[in-house]
């Protein structure tokens, strides 16, 4: 079992910045990925940025050049940092983790934390 635990989230206006953490209860080296997704109401959850295997980065195109990906190895943490934001980028952000598990990769989420932007 991996258990993730975020914080960060709040409420901010159009423009404005937040910086969302997740502390991850295993080494992030023992896992493949591990990033940010986020779900706005009556869509479906959709990846926001990740690391994955081998230091890589990946990033939706809706946050290319305002949102980045960090992680502290010691800590076992993420980081998102979040700036310019805008009312679309309103949704509930989860941490997700993937470990190996034999031919598969099994998938852990965080509780969830709510990012809403005002216009």
């Known amino acids: 079992q991996v258990q993730l635990v975020e914080s960060g989230g709040g409420l901010v206006q159009s423009g404005g910045s937040l910086r969302l953490s997740c502390t991850a209860s295993?080494?992030?080296?023992?896992?493949?990925?591990m990033g940010w997704y986020r779900q706005a109401p009556g869509k479906q959850r959709e990846l926001v940025a990740t690391?994955?295997?081998?230091?890589?980065?990946n990033y939706a195109d809706s946050v290319k050049g305002r949102f980045t990906i960090s992680r502290d190895n010691a800590k076992n943490s993420v980081y998102l940092q979040m700036n310019s934001l805008k009312p679309e980028d309103t949704a509930v952000y989860y941490c997700?983790?993937?470990?190996?598990?034999?031919?598969?990769?099994?998938?852990?989420w965080g509780q969830g934390t709510q990012v809403t932007v005002s216009s």
């Open positions: 295993v080494s992030i080296f023992s896992l493949y990925a």
């Open positions: 690391f994955i295997s081998g230091g890589k980065t």
């Open positions: 997700n983790a993937g470990r190996v598990a034999g031919p598969k990769v099994n998938d852990y």
